[in-house]
């Protein structure tokens, strides 16, 4: 997310919104190849880790590729029994492979997270019962502590924070965060935590506050 996190604060953009997509992974290989053929298999950087486990098995050397469909197509290119792909079932329709196998994930709940951006700060009414998380970056004075200092008021508050992910700023001399805390900014205890937040934060940005996808609270 290190990309999101320089661009969304300069782009004009807000969050009104989060999706969870399951994600299922299959081995794609060229027409009338079998699993045992292959030597090199092909995808995503983030898709390769998230099927770790059949790659240790099977002994194949990962090749890392834009995305999972264009591993796809590179592999009906190169039209070779040997190089294989981990993408979706579709991206085997679209490229003319077999699906040698299917759900090949590590993890039968694995996700992929999309935010859902407005160019209008649509902030949902404040309901006390409504589960919503509330996006922001900001920078860290330079103090002894800062951190620990700026997530004080959320601990003390009873605000969860869902997410918190450090990133340098330009000149890599500040450094900056992403929160998630899990709050309305009208919420009573939100409002406290910002109160102190302020004191040990510069460059406070709102980025969004938006409904949690029910799929974050499902066990």
């Given at each position: 997310?290190?990309?999101?996190?320089?661009?969304?604060?300069?782009s004009?953009?807000?969050?009104?919104?989060?999706h969870?997509?399951?994600?299922?992974?299959?081995?794609?290989?060229?027409?009338?190849?079998?699993?045992?053929?292959?030597?090199?298999?092909?995808?995503h950087?983030?898709?390769?880790?998230?099927?770790?486990?059949i790659?240790?098995?099977?002994?194949?050397?990962?090749?890392?590729?834009?995305?999972?469909?264009?591993?796809?197509?590179?592999?009906?290119?190169?039209?070779?029994?040997?190089?294989?792909?981990?993408?979706?079932?579709?991206?085997?329709?679209?490229?003319?492979?077999?699906?040698?196998?299917?759900?090949?994930?590590?993890?039968?709940?694995?996700?992929?997270?999309?935010?859902?951006?407005?160019?209008?700060?649509?902030?949902?009414?404040?309901?006390?019962?409504?589960?919503?998380?509330?996006?922001?970056?900001?920078?860290?004075?330079?103090?002894?502590?800062?951190?620990?200092?700026s997530?004080?008021?959320?601990a003390?508050?009873?605000?969860?924070?869902?997410?918190?992910?450090?990133?340098?700023g330009?000149?890599?001399?500040?450094?900056?965060?992403?929160?998630?805390p899990?709050?309305?900014?009208?919420?009573?205890?939100?409002?406290?935590?910002?109160?102190?937040?302020?004191?040990?934060?510069d460059?406070?940005?709102?980025?969004?506050?938006?409904p949690a996808?029910?799929?974050?609270?499902?066990?």
């Amino acid at each position: 997310m290190a990309d999101v996190h320089h661009f969304l604060p300069r782009s004009g953009l807000y969050i009104i919104g989060e999706h969870f997509e399951p994600i299922r992974h299959a081995l794609l290989g060229i027409k009338g190849s079998r699993p045992e053929t292959l030597k090199y298999v092909h995808s995503h950087v983030h898709a390769i880790p998230q099927c770790r486990n059949i790659i240790k098995e099977m002994r194949l050397s990962a090749c890392v590729q834009t995305d999972t469909a264009g591993a796809a197509a590179i592999v009906a290119q190169k039209n070779d029994p040997a190089h294989g792909a981990i993408a979706s079932s579709l991206a085997a329709q679209i490229y003319g492979l077999d699906i040698l196998i299917d759900n090949i994930q590590d993890s039968a709940h694995n996700m992929t997270r999309f935010l859902v951006l407005s160019k209008e700060h649509q902030i949902p009414l404040y309901r006390k019962e409504d589960k919503v998380l509330t996006s922001l970056v900001y920078t860290v004075r330079n103090i002894p502590a800062a951190l620990y200092k700026s997530l004080g008021g959320f601990a003390t508050n009873g605000v969860s924070i869902a997410k918190l992910e450090s990133y340098v700023g330009e000149g890599f001399s500040v450094a900056r965060f992403y929160a998630e805390p899990e709050a309305h900014p009208d919420n009573p205890s939100m409002q406290q935590a910002f109160d102190e937040l302020k004191f040990y934060a510069d460059d406070i940005t709102m980025l969004g506050t938006y409904p949690a996808h029910p799929l974050r609270f499902s066990s």
